[in-house]
């Protein structure tokens, strides 16, 4: 249905979970992907899933700009930046530590920012008049829960960045729209995934019964990607099983 052949698409994260099922999808659907990782050892395994492996680490956001020339001077063009890398935290608020709070706004947040900013400057230096950013944020971003202050901040900031760029970019036709899961099996949620009475209190808690899983969220980005959206921008799609609808 989403015909993306040959579109050119780089994604943060792709080592495991959400970032992997998307560029797995992604490639299904006929894209070239470029996929960033922070361990040169899984260079091969990236290759055998036909994405082309990216070192780059988030938060040397001074490498923004060249980490995507890179792809610039092989493909001359980036269809669509996915800005899925995250970092989350079970801190209590009353002991976060500076160093905690840094790694996850620089990760969360300005990562995501730098990236954004460098791809619209390399759209423009290349007069490639159109640009399209998918942000994976949380249902964090909209509600508060527990333990959870240092990320949900991060992803409700994500949110209003991509209202904002959305706004500031339409002019250069840019969209720039985000994606909200709920609770996702990834190493993530791992630690919640392993307290049996937790994990049952959760999905207690969401309609469809169930946690979601990382290829659960691949459909929303497609459909992002893809012309079909062409008159959205500024938007979020919630993919929670129906958790935040009660
Ligand atoms: N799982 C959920 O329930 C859930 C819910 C809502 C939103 N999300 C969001 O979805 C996104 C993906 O999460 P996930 O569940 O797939 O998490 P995950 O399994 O823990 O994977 C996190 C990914 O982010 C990468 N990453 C972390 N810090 C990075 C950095 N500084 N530079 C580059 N890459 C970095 C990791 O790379 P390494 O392998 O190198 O560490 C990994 O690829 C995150 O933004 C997260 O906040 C997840």
């Known amino acids: 249905m989403f015909d993306l052949k040959n579109k050119v698409v780089f994604i943060t994260g792709a080592s495991r979970g959400i970032g992997r099922a998307l560029a797995k999808g992604f490639v299904e659907h006929g894209a070239i992907v470029y996929g960033t990782i922070r361990n040169p050892e899984l260079e ?14 988030v938060r040397n956001f001074q490498q923004a700009e060249s980490t995507l020339q890179k792809i610039y001077d092989k493909e001359k063009r980036i269809d669509c930046l996915i800005n899925n890398a995250g970092v989350s935290s079970n801190t209590p608020a009353s002991l976060f530590k ?4 840094r790694k996850i706004i620089e990760t969360n947040f300005e990562g995501v920012f730098f990236l954004c900013q460098s791809y619209y400057k390399l759209q423009k230096k290349h007069k490639i008049k159109q640009g399209n950013i998918i942000n994976i944020a949380s249902v964090l971003g909209l509600v508060g829960t527990m333990l959870a202050s240092i990320y949900s901040g991060t992803k409700g900031a994500v949110l209003q960045l991509t209202k904002s760029l959305a706004i500031e970019w339409a002019n250069s036709n840019f969209r720039v729209n985000a994606i909200c899961p709920g609770f996702i099996e990834t190493d993530m ?19 469809l019964k169930r946690l979601g899983k990382p290829e659960d969220i691949v459909g ?3 459909f992002l990607a893809s012309d079909y959206s062409s008159y959205m921008t500024g938007q979020y799609i919630i993919i929670d099983g129906g958790l935040t609808c009660q």
């Open 98 to 101: 500076e160093e905690e709070v």
């Open 220 to 222: 929303a980005a497609l």
């Open 189 to 207: 949620t791992e630690n919640m995934q392993k307290k049996e009475e937790l994990k049952n209190k959760i999905i207690e808690n969401i309609p």
């Open 44 to 57: 091969e395994e990236l290759r055998k899933d036909h994405i082309h492996p990216v070192i780059y680490d």
